[in-house]
């Protein structure tokens, strides 16, 4: 552990729907070197989403082969993993995944759902079809003979440590772990009995950053790392792209622009607010709540093509408000700030100028991360104080001066945009905690 702990350079990899991406960091949180591999795409079938998890750990493999061309392999001192909240699989206990694995967005499991319905307690994040929890009943009766669930980054941890039996408190929320007392609730080893499932399926958690060992004799071979690299506990990719921009502070809030605006701010304390989609990851002794609108990007390409809002932005005016009130939904529903499944959202009257129509959009968007930050306020978070951004929309100058006059708060760079930056500033977590030991 002491040596290293010594080491220089932290890697996070960051597991997503279409690639793997690795970013090492250096002792002063600068980015050495980076890779990318593509993943090939998850086979649907209706609403099941399934992949088949060895195309992940051949990825993964062939991503830190590439990471391994811009460093010295010698100098990794950890490691930590990110990967899409609520894909889930079942194993044995030498790692072999017992079926395909269920993605996030896999929402086939109706008949577990219901089952998880009946004993969630009311609002509960791991409720429906679409949840963790509904999954591993599914895979559970799918292969019986599985002794171990585990969510994406679990898995591919366990293949660096050589065990399969860990989690972390942020994968494992949608799977019914309760964050607050640490442990897993009775209501859900009751559901696992009543489905004849053994309760040792359930993994131990851990926080996000946590020391869980080193690497396995066949994974320093396979990675050329050293043997006491540490693995550290990892994170959904939601909240490593929070951890990745720096923010670290109560009040500190995180907008993500892409085809959706989503929130997250640190919090002393947990929120839930079942109505408006709003739960809270745990992070050390903060909390993470969040909430995501149905507004974002995707409201600006359906009426305008990428290159003319190239051509647009340029022109905006900023400082320059429109007046027009818009609340720009790509179609009829809101689940945050607002919950109306039939709200259809403001986009009237439209003027005949393009530009000032744009600009419109903009400023409606904006005053919707301002409301939902505000509801965030009214629902117990502390008061927004600096606000980083990432996503395609952070890179639009004007949008931004859009924003800091609508929210009223410094808009802060991020140190970085990546996922995988989030994971490896776990992975340095780890040598930190382990540093004057040994």
Known sequence: MHSAAARRLAVGIDVGTSGVRALALGPDGREQARAAVPLAPARRVGASV?????????????????????????????????????????????????????LYHDAGCVAEGERVNAAAPPGHVARGAASGLARLLHLGAQAPGATHALHQADWLAGRLLGRWDLSDENNAL??????????????????????????????????????????????ATRTGWPRDCLVAAGTTDGVAAFLATGACTPGEGVTSLGSTLVVKQLARAPLSAPAWGVYSHRLGELWLPGGASNAGGAVLLQHFSPERLAALEPLLRPDEPTGLDYYPLPAPGERFPIADPSFAGRIEPRPGDDLRFLQGLLEGLAAVEALAYARL????????????????????????????????????????????????????????????RG
């Open 377 to 436: 306020r009214e629902l117990g978070a502390p008061a927004l104080t600096r606000l980083y951004s990432v996503g395609g929309g952070a890179r639009n100058r004007a949008f931004a001066r859009i924003r800091a006059r609508a929210l009223g708060v410094p808009l802060a760079d991020p140190a970085h945009e990546e996922a995988a930056a989030g994971a490896a500033r776990l992975a340095r977590q780890a040598l930190q905690s382990t540093r004057g």
């Open 50 to 102: 399934t992949q088949a998890p060895q195309a992940w750990a051949e990825a993964v493999d062939a991503c830190i082969a590439a990471l391994n061309t811009q460093l010295d392999p010698a100098q990794v001192g950890a490691v930590a993993f990110d990967g899409t909240s609520g894909t889930l699989l079942v194993c044995d206990d030498d790692g072999i995944p017992q079926a395909d694995a269920r």
């Open 174 to 219: 949608k799977t019914g772990y309760d964050p607050q007392a640490r442990a897993w609730p009775a209501w859900v080893r009751r559901l696992l009995a009543e489905a004849g499932l053994p309760d040792a399926l359930l993994p131990a958690v851990h926080p996000p950053g946590t020391p869980l060992g080193s690497l396995c004799e066949a994974a």
